[in-house]
């Protein structure tokens, strides 16, 4: 139609872009690989961090990542077995001791102390000057030759009432030695009479072989 207006149709503009969205990274540490220690003699934290990790401040974190097995960060002892990472995670400063870290006195693990050897036995009571058994010198003959601690001071006294504590004693009837063994020449010898008489009293227990059984 003649004098129409024509009306372009409208241009749509895309919008302005912002800026580009940013995406953060966080980046973790690199996972720590199992490995354990077992404390041997000698052995501190603080010793420890410095074979494994070459700084002596990294104790700290190694005591708290072993709280179950730590009580006292100063005090280790022989034979716990201890997580120690291959690799130190990076919140670790090197050469720095973190703040709020235990107070630290290092002693050294100690290796368990030795059982005391048992004391030595006593030595036989000397004979008197003329040879002749004391009544504690029976007793401990007694017990050296294998007889029953119990039974010593009865044992003795069979002694002193046989023999009266000679050991080279011999009666008019054969009989031999500090417990008069009957036909026992080896009698004489005060270890063999001593451990004649344990077998043949049964250990104590039967003296009616012996005539002064009564007396004692």
């Given amino acids: 139609m003649a004098g129409a207006m024509t009306v372009a149709p409208p241009v749509h503009k895309p919008a302005p872009r912002g800026p580009a969205a940013t995406v953060q990274v966080i980046h973790q540490d690199t996972h720590l690989a199992a490995r354990t220690y077992t404390v041997q003699a000698g052995d501190t934290l603080s010793r420890i961090a410095q074979r494994f990790y070459g700084q002596t401040v990294a104790w700290p974190w190694l005591y708290q990542l072993n709280r ?3 009580t006292d960060a100063g005090l280790i002892s022989p034979g716990q077995v201890l997580d120690v990472p291959a690799n130190l995670p990076s919140s670790v400063t090197a050469h720095r001791v973190p703040a709020g870290a235990p107070t630290y006195r290092p002693r050294h693990a100690a290796a368990p102390a030795a059982a005391p050897p048992p004391p030595p036995a006593p030595p036989p009571a000397p004979a008197r000057q003329d040879g002749i058994f004391s009544y ?10 294998g007889g029953n601690p119990a039974d010593e001071a009865f044992a003795a006294c069979i ?4 023999s009266g504590g000679n ?10 030695g500090l417990w008069q063994e009957h036909d026992d020449p080896a009698a004489l010898n005060p270890a063999i009479s001593a451990k004649t008489a344990v077998q043949m009293s049964s250990d104590g227990t039967d003296w009616s072989a012996w005539t002064t059984e009564p007396d004692c």
């Fill in 68 to 70: 179950t097995e730590i």
């Fill in 159 to 162: 002694a002193e009432h046989e």
């Fill in 167 to 176: 050991p080279g004693a011999i009666s008019p009837t054969s009989d031999y």
């Fill in 136 to 145: 504690a010198a029976l007793e401990q003959l007694w017990v050296a030759e």
